[in-house]
């Protein structure tokens, strides 16, 4: 059962070109956005779209991975675990950030 701890799955559409960032050391940082979309009959029996956007972060071997395939449009699988974070912003006011660090990708399609 302790695999099953913080464990996230995701299956949807990049949002937008990874930005990559080579840290001291070498070691790469991507970070990106994923769109799941999900469709479902209302009350009123009319067809109702909602999209969910998601951040999504991976580092070293994924994230060289994620730079040399990935780009906007592609449909992707991932997988990782939910991590949530604050910092301060430049006006002094506490941000706060949830995203999926990822742990594994797979990609469909030719786009």
Do not use: C
Request: charged letters at 30%; aromatic letters at 6%; hydrophobic letters at 30%.
């Amino acid at each position: 059962m302790n695999t099953l701890k913080n464990r996230v799955q995701l299956i949807g559409n990049v949002g937008n070109d990874p930005e990559i960032k080579t840290l001291e050391g070498g070691k790469k940082l991507a970070s990106l956005s994923i769109a799941t979309n999900e469709s479902y009959t209302n009350e009123k029996g009319e067809k109702v779209e909602q999209t969910e956007w998601h951040r999504v972060t991976a580092w070293g071997k994924t994230a060289e991975i994620i730079e040399k395939y990935v780009t906007k449009g592609k449909e992707v699988a991932i997988e990782g675990k939910l991590s949530h974070r604050s910092y301060d912003d430049k006006n002094g006011e506490k941000r706060y950030i949830t995203e999926v660090i990822v742990s594994g990708i797979q990609m469909f399609g030719k786009n």
